[in-house]
Structure formats: C-alpha cells, structure tokens
C-alpha cells in the first residue's frame, strides 16, 4: 500500500495537502526578434518557456476572424508537438483575452515543456497567460491555473506525477479562474466518473488552488513592473548631451525607447486593474503625423510628453525607431 502522508500529515515532498509547489517566474528579458511577449514559468519541477507573437496580420485569409482575433498555440515536448494539449490552452486563451481588440489579426502563443513532474497543464496555461502580459495583450484579469485531486480519499492542490498517477484512478481537476470573479474558464477532469456531491466539492477546491496560482502570478507581475519602473527613473536619471541644442539621431531613438518602456510599465500597471484596446502601428504613426502638424518644431521630449498625455496605455514593441525618428524629424 502507498503512504502519501508522513507522521505530520504532510505529502512526499514536504507540503501540506493543500499548499501549491513554489513558484519561480520570470517576466520578459532577452527575446527572438519576432517575439513580443516572454515568460518562463517554474512549478515545482515542471517548467514551461513561453513565447508570444502578435497581434500580427494573419497569414492567410481563409484563417481571418473577422470581428475578432484569432489565437493560436503550439506546444512542443521534446521533439513532438502536442496538438491536443495546445487544443486546450487556445480554448482557454480565447475566454481571457479581449480578442474584439484586435479583429482579424492573430495571437500566437507558442510554448516549450522543459520538464514534466506534474500539473503540466496547469503551469502552460499560466505560463501562457504571463506572455500575453508582457505582450500587452488585454485580458479580461490574469488567468490563475491549477490542478486539484484525490489521492487516499484526500484533496491534494498542484499535482506532482506520482500524485496524479494515483489520482487519476479517482479523479483529477485542472482548472483555469479568471480570480476577481472566480469565473471558470477552463475545467478539464480526468479518471472515473464521481458522485454529485464529490463532483461539486473538487471542483471547489481546484477553484480554491487556481485563485492561490492566479495570486502569485499577479504578484509576480506586480513585482516585475516594479523593477521596470526603477529601471526607467534609472535610466531617466541621466540627461542626453546634445548637438548644437538638439539631440542626435541616435538619442532621439533612445528618448523614444525611453517613453515607450514608461507606457509598458504604466500599462503593466493598469493590466492590474482592469484591461484596454492598444492602438496599432499604424494609428501610431498617424497620431505622430496630426501632433506634428498641429504643434510643428517639437522636440522629442515634448513629443513623448504629448503622446504619453494622449495615450497613456500604448506598448508599440513593433515600432521602427529608426523610422519614428526620422518621422519626427524637421
């Protein structure tokens, strides 16, 4: 016979039934050029990479929604992709981000299981909800998954695989919550057929682990726009020389990369809280074009303080800074 419990009452590996695995996330950081948003997410010893791309122009037409956007999701283990587990994170995904946002384009969110010791779809679809965070990407709130099941007639939060090996012979609740609301977004079960009365008390109790997964994903954004903003005013700190009064091409391109991470952090910020429609590339460049027209002669500094007045939550990581620069340009 198993024993799952020690003489305290505590699992195999040290935590009590309902306590989840530590959590090590990381939030953006060096990325492939085409990647707009990055997140590696650690559960334990379950890790997953994840990388997300758009809203970009989709690629064909056949695959256009028309008043909405269209996500999409690979998932890779090992050398195999997994097109069923990616089926689920893309349904999930679908509920949680506003995708009338951005009609007709894509989202793609591609994720790479480094290590599977359980609850693997738990930690990819949180993994893929920080990506679309540090995208930009509006959402309904910050998607919080988790894993709940019944090993030797007790519920046990954040599976690890021994766990859900035992626990599929029961039963074994993943279930994704949108926490202000506790709506459910996602539940999927596996093992035997449960009880009424069971049925509705797991389910509770994935609920309850997904608000606490949801929690620390929320904080660990918190403390990522913390460290932003301190990277900013840093940066802010030193004043740019100048050429004959006016800053060169170069520092312009750098005073601009300057206001867009103020707008990312604000808008981290603001994700917190409730989530907003971010302009386009191309409404972006517009919207230089008509403050130019109407206010000829502005320096980059004032153009910044003009936009960020006018649209305090754009994230532009697609702009050419090269070419805004020129743009702005007498």
């Not at 707009?36 to 256009?64: F, N, Q, Y």
């Not at 599976?159 to 599929?168: F, I, N, Y």
Request: with cysteine; hydrophobic share 40%.
């Amino acid at each position: 016979m198993d024993v799952w419990f020690d003489v305290s009452g505590l699992r195999k590996d040290g935590r009590k039934p309902r306590e989840l695995r530590a959590m090590d996330v990381k939030l953006g950081g060096p990325k492939p050029p085409n990647v707009d948003g990055c997140a590696w997410l650690r559960m334990g010893l379950t890790s997953v990479l994840a990388h997300c791309i758009g809203p970009s122009e989709t690629k064909r037409r056949s695959d256009e929604v028309q008043d909405a956007a269209r996500v999409s999701c690979t998932v890779v283990r090992g050398r195999r992709e997994d097109p069923e587990l990616a089926t689920t994170v893309v349904r999930t995904l679908e509920t949680a981000v506003l995708v009338d946002a951005f009609p007709r384009a894509t989202i793609s969110v591609v994720l790479h299981v480094l290590a599977d010791e359980g609850s693997r779809l738990a930690c990819c679809l949180n993994a893929a909800s920080l990506a679309l965070v540090d995208a930009g990407i509006p959402m309904r709130d910050c998607l919080g998954a988790a894993a709940a099941g019944l090993v030797a007639d007790e519920v046990f939060f954040d599976l690890t695989r021994d766990e859900e090996r035992r626990a599929s012979a029961k039963a074994r609740f993943t279930v994704a919550v949108l926490p202000r609301s506790r709506r459910v977004v996602s539940a999927h079960l596996d093992g035997a057929p449960l009880e009424t009365s069971t049925f509705e008390k797991l389910l509770s109790r994935a609920i309850d682990a997904a608000t606490l997964a949801a929690n620390r994903l929320a904080q660990a954004t918190r403390d990522h726009v913390g460290e932003a903003i301190q990277m900013r005013d840093a940066t802010a700190a030193t004043p740019p020389s100048r050429t004959n009064g006016r800053s060169t091409d170069t520092e312009e391109v750098v005073l601009l990369e300057k206001m867009i991470y103020d707008v990312k952090s604000a808008y981290f910020a603001s994700f917190l809280s409730s989530s907003k429609h971010l302009p386009t590339t191309d409404e972006v460049v517009e919207a230089l074009g008509d403050i130019k027209k109407k206010t000829p002669g502005l320096s980059p500094e004032d153009l910044a303080a003009a936009l960020r007045t006018k649209y305090p939550s754009w994230l532009l990581d697609d702009m050419n800074w090269t070419e805004l620069a020129e743009k702005m340009g007498d």
